[in-house]
């Protein structure tokens, strides 16, 4: 998605932009009410888990049915860790370390797997967890969860800081998704995706990037389980194992444009906004809602809004179209 | 003496009930063209596949420039200095003809960073002729420019040896000239260059020795008319009824032999 | 007793074995993975179960106006709203058919509401050489059996059989041939929703549905086909008759709590070490 590979990244532009979202983000934080404060800290959280499945699913083009595995192991770690006596910011630590090792593991067995199976396997993954979760009382507490222990201060005061937490999340995970999509890193995922035979033998150690955007990806989205972990303060597994945030990630992606950098963070917007804001009032219908914009999406525009509006910017740039002849010699 | 570019030792690859490389052992020295012919399935591209490390061999070594590759994997391999290009084209759809080329500079050769191989990339499309297509989509190519962005890339990577696989089928008579004009430009460069083509007449203009395949074993190696006049290579190529009809060297089954490779014939 | 764990399994490994079989076909012919089957099961459930109830007529021929029903549902589900993208690649009909299923879901859920209904059969059991044999369970293990034995000698002995396999193998040489893919896809579909429809049947007899458990079919599906290999109905009889033994036999050593999860972790293994599954390579048959 680069239209010249060697033009500069960091732009005056793009420096104004920044600061303009980060400046709305935290004027928005210290003033808006409880619920609105709610739904900002869950959009931030979407958008992190969204830009994280992005690198794998996106840029690499592997089909990761795991973000609710990874989130679930996250949670717990930190979960747990927490209520062990360990200071906030060593659980989430320890979460993210857990959520790489995992990936690690997982990426090691299922990243040999070819499209379909891949994504079976990747959902399999998150049912096994959630069973093990479920029933593995002496470690996770079992169905009935475990509580976390709040964070001193006025809920208030709590909210807010959960709320900047996700956010600088957010950041974090957005500056390193635009490293990765500029750098060699980044391109080697592109042509995997593209064509893994030739990636070979271009001299890419196919494997291991794959590993490498498994892990980092599965850190990222056990990090946000952590944090979605001390501020809920109770979990259970149906809670963050649950198999609905696998299919909703994946779709707010597509949304936004897979494969892109704006895309996770466009999709995700779009959505939650809509979904705490607007079906919250038809909760009966959540899932039917959320089918139907699955299904629009996908009919209307596979490729997401961030191609759509850019595609008259994007055939000035790269594509002049070839004449009539072939564009042979 | 330098270590010849590339040495095989009893090089097999058999699955199912099928042996489709069957014992090859030779040696290539720095700077040669060589022509690998045969007729189709005879293992051609097998071999180059287990040299290159995209398949598993089941016996024997393969040796570059002296030191052994024989297990090392595909991106190692091609980072060692061996390029290859595809029967079928295998470009980075989605990207441009530039990103394509650039990522034959990034990772293999000297590396670099993304700047220097898309200076790297912009120099090799010049040399194959293709810089003004730099921005289109690789998909948007015709046929013959893919074949040329394809060996764009693989030049992009600084190869010592380099395969070609069939990049010649398909051409018209003025694009094949200009493909062969490369071909000698790369090999003037100082590239060892083994050239797939089951078309002999390309070959022929182009190497001063030739091997021939058959049923994945080795049937002939030596200087092209040598080599053409084998019986078993004539065999191979037109049957055994036409062979032993013709046992007597003959002009005639000389031209024959080239008429029915020129049109690409042979027993399937 | 050893000898009434495996009848047990058997006995539900049939059922499985039917609820697998159409999936499979499905993802053999058209290379798409139906989110919705799970669904489907438990549509042919609740109209198994209303006609036999409203119209009181025996619940094998309310089985069989579901698989009437949900063939014609399954054709025109794919005719018109999957055909479209059956060539799509994997993430987009994958999550495609899964929008359509939380559609389906929903709705279902508004229409039975999630109270688990199921169809009581006072037909007894008998017993034989100490084992203890539900006649309820043992008329849906011939359904099952029956239907799906059916559709094996279809495949192989139609016409229509016959293109589907050809469509299976290679649907570019098919369309070559003058078969009309678009066609056959419909009609796989439909065939693969009505064995669903019949695999819920059945099941209603066995235990409560609602559409709470479409994702457990559905899961189970997978971990059959992977088990048999993906795409063939002899596959999706032995994955069916595996898993209907590991989970009668895993409940004694694991507790039946563990059962789903060591079928999914089973499921991770063969994929991983033999993908074409224990039967062999995708739909040969």
């Given at each position: 998605m680069m239209a010249d590979p060697t033009a500069p990244i960091i732009t005056p532009t793009r420096v104004a932009a920044a600061l303009l979202v980060a400046g709305v983000v935290i004027a928005f934080g210290f003033s808006a009410n409880n619920y609105l404060l709610q739904a900002g800290t869950t959009l931030a959280m979407s958008a992190v888990l969204c830009l994280a499945w992005n690198i794998v699913g996106g840029f690499m083009g592997y089909p990761s049915f795991g973000t609710a595995a990874f989130?679930?192991?996250?949670?717990?770690?930190?979960?747990?860790?927490?209520?062990?006596?360990?200071?906030?910011?060593?659980?989430?630590?320890?979460?993210?370390?857990?959520?790489?090792?995992?990936?690690?593991?997982?990426?090691?067995?299922?990243?040999?797997?070819?499209?379909?199976?891949?994504?079976?396997?990747?959902?399999?993954?998150?049912?096994?967890?959630?069973?093990?979760?479920?029933?593995?009382?002496?470690?996770?507490?079992?169905?009935?969860?475990?509580?976390?222990?709040?964070?001193?201060?006025?809920?208030?005061?709590?909210?807010?800081?959960?709320?900047?937490?996700?956010?600088?999340?957010?950041?974090?995970?957005?500056?390193?998704?635009?490293?990765?999509?500029?750098?060699?890193?980044?391109?080697?995922?592109?042509?995997i995706r593209q064509n893994e035979s030739a990636a070979h033998m271009v001299g890419i150690?196919?494997?291991?990037?794959?590993?490498?955007?498994?892990?980092?990806?599965?850190?990222?989205?056990?990090?946000?389980?952590?944090?979605?972990?001390?501020?809920?303060?109770?979990?259970?597994?149906?809670?963050?194992?649950?198999?609905?945030?696998?299919?909703?990630?994946?779709?707010?992606?597509?949304?936004?444009?897979?494969?892109?950098?704006?895309?996770?963070?466009?999709?995700?917007t779009i959505y939650i906004l809509l979904r705490e804001l607007v079906w919250v009032n038809f909760i009966n219908f959540h899932s039917a809602i959320l089918g139907i914009i699955i299904i629009a999406v996908i009919y209307l525009m596979p490729e997401g809004l961030v191609r759509r509006f850019h595609a008259q910017a994007w055939s000035k740039l790269t594509k002049r179209s070839p004449s009539q002849s072939g564009a042979g010699s | 003496m330098t270590d010849p570019t590339l040495q095989l030792e009893g090089l097999t690859r058999r699955f199912g009930g099928v042996t489709a490389v069957d014992n090859i052992s030779l040696s290539i020295p720095k700077g040669d063209i060589v022509g690998l012919v045969g007729p189709n399935g005879a293992g051609k591209t097998t071999l180059v596949n287990l040299v290159t490390g995209f398949l598993p061999k089941s016996s024997g070594r393969v040796l570059f420039e002296g030191?052994?590759?024989?297990?090392?994997?595909?991106?190692?391999?091609?980072?060692s200095g061996i390029a290859r290009t595809f029967?079928?084209?295998?470009?980075?759809?989605?990207?441009?003809?530039?990103?394509?080329?650039?990522?034959?500079?990034l990772f293999a050769g000297q590396g670099g960073t993304i700047r220097q191989a898309s200076d790297k990339a912009r120099h090799y499309?010049?040399?194959?002729?293709?810089?003004?297509?730099?921005?289109?989509?690789?998909?948007?190519?015709?046929?013959?420019?893919?074949?040329?962005?394809?060996?764009?890339?693989?030049?992009?990577?600084?190869?010592?040896?380099?395969?070609?696989?069939?990049?010649?089928?398909?051409?018209?008579?003025?694009?094949?000239?200009?493909a062969l004009d490369l071909i000698r430009k790369i090999s003037s460069m100082g590239v060892t260059i083994v050239i797939i083509e089951h078309v002999l007449r390309i070959v022929l203009s182009l190497v001063k020795r030739l091997i021939v395949l058959h049923h994945g074993a080795m049937l002939s190696d030596g200087e092209p008319s040598a080599v053409l006049k084998d019986p078993a290579v004539v065999t191979a190529y037109l049957g055994t009824k036409f062979s032993k009809r013709h046992q007597a060297e003959s002009e005639h089954q000389r031209e024959k032999l080239q008429q029915s490779l020129e049109r690409g014939q042979g027993p399937a | 007793m050893i000898a009434q764990y495996i009848v047990n399994g058997i006995l539900i490994g049939s059922l499985y074995a039917c609820l697998a079989v159409g999936f499979s076909l499905i993802y053999g012919v058209l290379s798409i993975i139906n989110v919705m089957h799970g669904s489907f099961v438990v549509l042919g459930a609740y109209i198994t179960i209303y006609c036999t109830e409203y119209f009181g007529i025996s619940p094998l021929i309310a089985a069989l106006i579901g698989c009437g029903i949900m063939f014609v549902f399954g054709f025109l589900v794919q005719r018109y709203l999957i055909n479209d993208l059956v060539t799509a690649p994997i993430f987009i009909t994958f999550t495609l058919t899964f929008g359509l299923d939380l559609l389906l879901n929903n709705?279902?859920?508004?229409?039975?509401?999630?109270?688990?209904?199921?169809?009581?059969?006072?037909?007894?059991?008998?017993?034989?050489?100490?084992?203890?044999?539900?006649?309820?369970?043992?008329?849906?293990?011939?359904?099952?059996?029956?239907?799906?034995g059916l559709l094996y000698w279809l495949l192989r002995h139609s016409q229509m059989g016959r293109a589907i396999i050809a469509v299976r193998m290679d649907h570019h040489a098919a369309r070559l041939l003058g078969i009309r893919v678009e066609r056959v896809y419909a009609i796989t579909f439909g065939i693969g929703t009505m064995m669903a429809a019949a695999a819920g049947g059945a099941m209603a007899t066995?235990?409560?549905?609602?559409?709470?458990?479409?994702?457990?079919?559905?899961?189970?599906?997978?971990?059959?086909?992977?088990l048999g290999g993906l795409g063939s109905v002899p596959g999706a009889l032995v994955g069916g008759i595996a898993l209907g033994l590991l989970e009668s036999f895993g409940a004694i050593v694991f507790g039946s709590q563990w059962s789903t999860t060591v079928g999914f972790a089973l499921m991770i293994l063969v994929l991983v070490v033999r993908p074409s599954g224990l039967v062999g390579r995708k739909g040969f048959e």
């Open positions: 989130f679930g192991v996250g949670a717990y770690a930190g979960g747990i860790l927490q209520d062990a006596g360990v200071p906030l910011a060593l659980a989430w630590i320890g979460a993210a370390a857990a959520g790489a090792m995992f990936a690690a593991f997982l990426g090691s067995v299922l990243l040999g797997l070819r499209g379909h199976y891949f994504a079976i396997g990747t959902i399999a993954v998150v049912e096994v967890m959630r069973e093990v979760a479920n029933n593995w009382e002496g470690l996770t507490g079992g169905a009935i969860g475990i509580n976390i222990p709040i964070l001193a201060g006025s809920p208030r005061e709590v909210g807010i800081f959960f709320y900047l937490a996700m956010w600088a999340l957010v950041a974090a995970t957005f500056a390193l998704t635009a490293a990765i999509a500029h750098s060699k890193f980044g391109f080697s995922l592109r042509c150690a196919v494997f291991r990037a794959k590993c490498a955007a498994f892990i980092i990806s599965g850190l990222l989205i056990s990090l946000a389980g952590a944090v979605y972990a001390s501020m809920v303060a109770f979990i259970e597994p149906k809670d963050v194992f649950n198999i609905l945030l696998s299919i909703e990630v994946p779709a707010m992606v597509m949304l936004g444009g897979a494969g892109t950098i704006l895309g996770p963070l466009i999709g995700a | 030191r052994e590759i024989s297990h090392l994997p595909p991106h190692l391999i091609a980072r029967q079928i084209v295998q470009p980075f759809a989605e990207m441009t003809v530039l990103e394509n080329v650039m990522a034959g500079a499309l010049e040399f194959v002729g293709l810089d003004r297509f730099s921005n289109y989509s690789a998909s948007d190519l015709s046929l013959a420019n893919r074949k040329r962005l394809e060996l764009a890339k693989s030049l992009a990577m600084e190869p010592r040896l380099l395969f070609l696989d069939e990049v010649n089928a398909g051409l018209n008579t003025s694009e094949l000239d200009n | 709705a279902m859920i508004q229409a039975f509401t999630a109270t688990p209904r199921s169809l009581t059969l006072e037909y007894g059991s008998i017993t034989i050489l100490g084992v203890s044999l539900s006649i309820a369970r043992l008329g849906a293990m011939v359904l099952a059996l029956v239907l799906t066995v235990f409560p549905i609602t559409p709470l458990l479409s994702g457990v079919f559905l899961g189970k599906a997978f971990v059959i086909c992977v």
